[in-house]
């Protein structure tokens, strides 16, 4: 072969090179954009289904566009709410990311279409007097700004990498449409009070309760002589409090739409199927754990299927619960539009439903692994036992709230739970660092290596625990401005 020919199969190499270079650049670049595209696809069909189940009267074009509105919303919510349920599994290494979110979308949409709310208050959370939007049109642009607002809200703090909760996102909706419509006075003051409270009550009691779990975990499992022995006795009782609290939970706030059961009656079912599912795991936390090594390691193995199964049931809850937040004036307005009237409760539609739950698991699929990975990987490190406790809080915790009678947030009181395990990881380690160096000189260590050292990472705190704060009113302004908005173009 001349040299005239290798140099030009080496050009041509080269120039290949480059395309393939190229090609594989534009597709990357491109990757976000199917996301944008699959979503815009989701949110036309569903203005399309609710102009096919209204008939397609003159004034169902409100219905199109909220339902649009709350396709937009169901999609926000899958991408940073169902995080909090998935995060620590995927962070532990207990499920894969595609496993997560192939669970959560099964389960979310299970828990919507199975146990969501048949009924679903018009006036969310009760901050607003239903007599200051007495007047049918004037409701329905509230709850189409409020519903605007609060995606675009929630669609903001994920690009941001903040899991914030939809639930306080849609109260700020409300409250700011609200203002403008009917004035400062509308609002019920006390009862938003109680929502600021509970910025503080959820990830404190999530925080805390995760935190004793753990230590409960190294005093009695970890931090003995023979580890695998201390398992077979502990794990399957951790996993009957386990099966107690979600059975309470789920009866409590994922089967309304089922059957109605009052807080004694489910504190009594969650006895029952904590005493029966930590009998039957005990056989199988003893097959699973022979021929394990006496060591911490081998330890994180009993806790990967009762942390997967927590997070399945977890997602299920949610798809039971926070549907509402999406479909909710959406179901408002549909039924105003149909009634011409105002009612404090309304019921919700199968076809609403349905695009609630199927937005949420398509927003879960198309952006939800930003959020997981923030929550599982990047405020603090997780393994099984650690994430089993984040869980754990989850439900214990909305148990203990509800006792109490304090509004709390389900994705507080998630990420609180990282925040606690991950702060008292600290705390451990420093008290043992203390012990160890107890009888040796003093080591001064500098400043920016004891920062370095921590295993929170501070900045992701401050940026979760800002966007908790300004949640409530960011979702108020937009709100403000989406009503004025709306009342310019005439709707």
Same mark, same amino acid.
């Given at each position: 072969?001349?040299?005239? #020919? ?29 996301? %944008? ?34 396709? &937009? ?17 995927? *962070? ?73 909760? !939809? ?6 909706? %409300? ?10 006075? #509308? ?35 970890? &931090? ?110 549909? &039924?105003?539009?149909? @009634? ?13 439903? %349905? ?12 952006? *939800? ?10 405020? !603090? ?23 109490? *009678?304090?509004?709390?947030?389900? #994705? ?16 451990? @380690? ?32 401050? #940026? ?25 173009? *005439?709707?």
């Amino acid at each position: 072969m001349t040299d005239d #020919t290798t140099t030009e199969w080496k050009t041509l190499d080269k120039d290949l090179n480059r395309l393939t270079r190229l090609e594989e650049a534009t597709m990357y670049a491109s990757r976000p954009l199917v996301g %944008v595209g699959v979503s815009l696809v989701f949110v036309s069909l569903a203005a399309v289904a609710a102009a096919i189940f209204t008939g397609g009267e003159v004034q169902s074009l409100a219905v199109v566009v909220a339902a649009a509105f709350g396709a &937009y919303m169901a999609l926000n919510i899958g991408a940073n709410d169902v995080a909090n349920n998935m995060g620590p599994a995927v *962070g532990a290494k207990a499920l894969s990311l595609l496993g997560a979110i192939a669970i959560a979308a099964v389960f979310e949409t299970a828990g919507a279409l199975i146990a969501g709310g048949d009924v679903v208050s018009t006036i969310s959370k009760g901050i607003i007097d239903p007599a200051g939007l007495a007047d049918t049109a004037i409701f329905v642009r509230a709850m189409m700004a409020a519903l605007l607002a609060a995606s675009i809200w929630v669609n903001i703090a994920t690009w941001l990498g903040a899991p914030v909760s !939809t639930t306080h996102s849609v109260v700020g909706g %409300v409250m700011g449409a609200g203002i403008i419509a009917a004035g400062l006075g #509308t609002v019920n003051w006390p009862t938003m009070g109680a929502i600021a409270a509970s910025w503080v009550i959820s990830p404190l009691l999530g925080g805390l309760i995760a935190a004793a779990m753990l230590a409960f975990i190294k005093w009695r499992v970890i &931090y003995v002589e023979d580890k695998i022995a201390a398992a077979r006795t502990w794990v399957p009782v951790l996993i009957g409090i386990m099966a107690a609290a979600f059975a309470a939970y789920l009866s409590l706030k994922g089967l309304k739409k089922l059957v109605k059961i009052d807080f004694a009656t489910a504190l009594f079912i969650g006895a029952v199927a904590g005493v029966v599912i930590g009998l039957i795991s005990v056989p199988f936390i003893r097959r699973q754990s022979e021929g394990l090594e006496n060591r911490t390691r081998s330890l994180k193995a009993l806790f990967r299927l009762p942390l997967v199964v927590s997070a399945a049931l977890l997602s299920f809850a949610h798809g039971a619960n926070d549907v509402a937040n999406a479909v909710g004036p959406l179901a408002a307005i549909v &039924y105003v539009q149909q @009634s011409a009237s105002v009612a404090g409760e309304v019921s919700i539609p199968l076809w609403v439903m %349905v695009i609630g739950a199927l937005g949420i698991s398509f927003g879960l699929v198309l952006f *939800g692994p930003k959020l997981i990975g923030m929550v599982g990987n990047q405020i !603090t490190k997780l393994n099984p036992m650690r994430a089993y406790c984040v869980a754990l809080s989850a439900a214990v915790t909305v148990i203990a709230a509800s006792w109490l *009678g304090l509004p709390v947030s389900s #994705t507080h009181i998630a990420v609180g739970g990282v925040f606690g395990v991950g702060f008292f990881r600290e705390w451990h @380690s420093e008290r043992r660092a203390r012990k160890i160096h107890l009888n040796r000189p003093a080591v001064s260590i500098p400043r920016q290596e004891r920062t370095r050292r921590k295993l929170v990472r501070r900045s992701h705190f401050m #940026t979760i625990v800002a966007a908790w704060v300004i949640t409530v009113p960011a979702a108020a302004l937009l709100s403000a401005g989406c009503f004025l908005l709306l009342r310019t173009i *005439g709707f």
